[in-house]
């Protein structure tokens, strides 16, 4: 319609090709993130145990973990790492539009993460937090998106990489470093819904 205003200002315009990339691994990730919601539940072996449900049984159920199975190199946490970078790559335009640099440190760090992990088995899934944490952050001074959705991001970021991922590293087992994983677990999962649903409303007005 003549005259009417754009939904995006120029400079945070993206290919349509890349926001259905955007969209299609945010949803890939939501799938593969409930999917090992389940895993909080149960105390069987599920497909979509990720790194994040060993950092909660290490510390909820520790007989049913060990410190090793982060050690242990998986194929599930690599994939996920390289589709938080796809889905974070799709977003840089907006999220460049408050701060260039700290967007492209955002879309680096889970490709970096994911080669320091192919090289050791164990570092650099904190690089994917990391990421996410300043995406939320930037998301939520752009408006990309919920601001509702952006501080869950946040909060899911904080509570997994500080009080997951480091507290997990410098404190013996605790119920409490437990629960604290299995909400921002749940924040996490419930972020990639609302950025899949955003990434997708993009894509088609892209598309129009």
Not at 136 to 163: D, E, H
Not at 189 to 198: D, H, P, Q
């Amino acid at each position: 319609m003549a005259g009417a205003t754009p939904a995006f200002s120029d400079n945070e315009r993206s290919p349509r090709w890349l926001l259905v990339i955007g969209a299609l691994a945010a949803w890939v990730l939501f799938g593969a993130f409930l999917i090992g919601a389940f895993a909080l539940f149960r105390t069987g072996s599920m497909p979509a145990r990720n790194w994040l449900i060993v950092l909660f049984d290490l510390n909820l159920r520790p007989s049913l973990s060990t410190t090793s199975a982060l050690g242990a190199f998986s194929l599930l946490d690599l994939v996920l790492m390289l589709l938080v970078g796809l889905l974070v790559a799709a977003m840089y335009p907006a999220l460049s539009e408050k701060n260039k640099a700290w967007a492209a440190i955002a879309v680096t760090l889970p490709f970096l993460g994911a080669a320091i992990f192919i090289a050791t088995s164990i570092a650099g899934r904190s690089a994917v937090l990391l990421a996410a944490l300043i995406s939320a952050t930037l998301a939520l001074r752009t408006r990309f998106g919920s601001q509702l959705g952006a501080a869950a991001g946040i909060l899911a970021s904080i509570l997994l990489l500080i009080v997951g991922d480091f507290g997990t590293a410098a404190f013996p087992p605790s119920a409490l470093i437990g629960y604290l994983i299995g909400i921002g677990y749940f924040l996490w999962t419930a972020w990639l819904f609302l950025l899949a649903m955003e990434m997708g409303r993009r894509a088609r007005i892209a598309a129009a």
